[in-house]
């Protein structure tokens, strides 16, 4: 996988309980990251926005959950990389991606 592609779930191996839930941390890592804030967000707002970018970026831990969800965790970071260089848009994720559509980052 050289994307960040939910549609690449639609793989031979069936889409179990526990890959649906480590997509929904995903999923939930990269909608904290590129979370846009308002200007007096408090700070705890903007601490969690940060871990999850910093997740995204250097946590050890990316490979594993990348590999129960189903992603490549080398494609999941490179597209966390592109998006930390154009300063974290915003993205939206919790619409329904449909086959001929990519979330490119």
Known sequence: MSRFDPDALRDDSPLTPEKRLWCAVLFRILQDACRELPPKADNAAKVERDQARS???????????????????DAVRE??????????????????VGPDEKIAA
């Open 55 to 73: 997740w995204l970026l250097s946590s050890q831990d990316l490979p594993v959950v990348c590999e129960l969800a189903g992603f490549d965790a």
């Open 79 to 96: 597209a966390a990389e592109r998006l930390a260089a154009r300063d974290w848009p915003a993205i939206k994720l919790d619409s329904p």
